[in-house]
């Protein structure tokens, strides 16, 4: 899918790719902005499964808060579900913990305020919705890349 364009918005890497999707860095032609598409894996095109991630969409798309990325659109082309989002630059949670190892409470505490912040306005997260593989370090958390403190990104 890379280089190719979905209505306006043209396919530039592959972010990651978790069990309902896989995440692409974009770029939105109309508005000349990077973005992140979340497209639902093709082997989970069920009904059931595309009514979870509208669900999730719809969700996220009401949400306003700090630590949580915007949600822009949620289209259908050529039979893929697409998710637009916010594009969230940083690295993973998981990759910071990899890179350094357990964090002390005193640069863990303000990581798991943000979490515990976003997860309350979002009721019916889920574990599916929120793991430190979707943790990217900049001061947010977005349920399908959650962000984590300049701080700590930074180390």
């Known amino acids: ?67 949580i ?19 969230v630059r940083g690295k993973t949670l998981e990759r910071i913990s990899d890179e350094l190892g357990p964090l002390p409470p005193d640069r863990a505490a303000p990581i798991i305020e943000r979490i515990l912040s976003a997860l309350a306005q979002h009721p019916t997260a889920s574990n599916n919705e929120c793991q430190p593989d979707y943790a990217a370090g900049r001061s947010r958390l977005a349920f399908a890349s959650v962000r984590v403190s300049d701080s700590v990104r930074e180390a």
């Open 1 to 67: 899918m890379i280089g190719r364009t979905i209505g306006h918005y043209r396919l530039i890497d592959q972010l990651g790719r978790g069990g309902s999707g896989t995440v692409y860095r974009a770029v939105d032609a109309t508005l000349d902005r990077e973005v992140a598409i979340k497209v639902l894996n093709p082997d989970l095109a069920d009904a059931d499964a595309m009514r979870r991630f509208e669900s999730e969409a719809t969700i996220l798309a009401k949400l306003n808060h700090p630590s």
């Open 69 to 87: 990325a915007t949600i822009y659109e949620l289209f259908h082309a050529d039979g893929d579900l697409l998710m637009v989002m916010e594009l």
